[in-house]
């Protein structure tokens, strides 16, 4: 469904990159939101929160509700999935269909958050992840029901990191937020995060190097090519597959000199979980699917089975602040540069479709789109 992780080049600077699998592709949109933009998070039955953005904010968006011919969509809708700000913070929403809570009372003299705003928040408000976990610790955040996915409550948990390389894990359980540090800076889907890190105590026998020979009574076995030291990785694609394979191939890629090359490197680390349509179905018939879908997500239209692939990649360099992104129908990534977009005093917002075969970098072509 969705893998994210971090990686450190030679110099200790700090990567990040994430896919995100659906069996459907949506009306994704790139928005830019600059420092002082206004936002106001609403849950009903309690007081709202209101701020103004201190930090530019790049992000993937999707809208929050279903226009109308009366009510179409304004830029307060679209919600953050996916960004990075001008800080080198990054937010990441990622499938968690058994989330719940926490839905405990919340002093009415008390403003509260809705998940669905947490990234605006996040990345408007902050520089750090010890600034986003302090401010946790005495702000209610609360779950709502998801009109876009018709009433869906947020299936989600949700993931930062920051230049330092620091990184935490948001979840909501049994009526509970919990907010964990992330020692191995990766992330997947279900179970809970920490039933990850205990399962890694079940690959401590990972290693990188090959071990291309051994004796077997007097016949020596050798091996006729490189890799297997690989062979002991989960090959599947579920989430608790993902999750070793994400922490392995972090933790041992080859450390890049520079930058350019690190945003390579990690590029070349994303390909190992892209995942073509096809290569794993659920036929209707079956019963199954449930665990392929964000709970809500109508399946394609005339589709014969469900596939699972991945719509779009993204990375980003959290020492320049850059941010790729390509999408199902692309090979290459396109770049924007938080530092370029710095200038803009308005939201600007650019369906993701339209970078397509756009140039390179798309920083102009965003800031020259229509205010939103």
Known sequence: MCTSLSYSDAAGRIYFGRTLELTVDLPYQIAYFPAGFPVRSEVEGHLPLQFEARHGVLGVTMPARIPTPGAPLAVHDFKVLEGLNDQGLTFSLLSYPVASGPQQAVAMTQAVLSASDLGNWVLGQFATVTEVKAALASQPVVLQPLAILGGVVSPFHYVVHDASGAALVI????????????????????????????????????????????????????????????????????????????????????????????????????????????????????????????????????????????????????????????????????????????SLKQPKIVPLKRLSGAAPDASSLLAGSAAA
């Open 171 to 342: 979840e909501f359980n049994r009526g509970k937020m919990s907010v964990y540090d992330n020692p191995v800076g990766v992330m997947t889907n279900g179970p809970e995060f920490p039933w990850h890190l205990t399962n890694l105590n079940n690959y401590t026998f990972l290693t990188n190097v090959d071990t291309p020979s051994a004796s077997f009574g007097r016949y020596r076995a050798v091996q006729p090519d490189s890799g297997i030291a690989t062979a002991g990785l989960p090959a599947s694609n579920t989430s608790v597959g993902r999750f070793v394979r994400a922490a392995f191939y972090a933790h041992y890629a080859e450390k890049a000199a520079t930058p350019e090359a690190a945003v390579g490197t990690l590029a070349h680390i994303l390909n190992n979980f892209d995942r073509p349509r096809g290569v794993s179905i659920d036929y209707p018939e079956s019963g199954g699917g449930g665990h392929l879908e964000v709970a809500g997500l109508e399946p394609e239209k005339g589709a014969a089975y469900a596939t699972e692939f991945t719509t779009w990649t993204s990375l980003s360099d959290l020492d320049r602040k850059l941010f790729f992104i390509r999408d199902y129908g692309s090979l290459n990534f396109t770049r924007f540069d938080l530092g370029g977009l710095s």
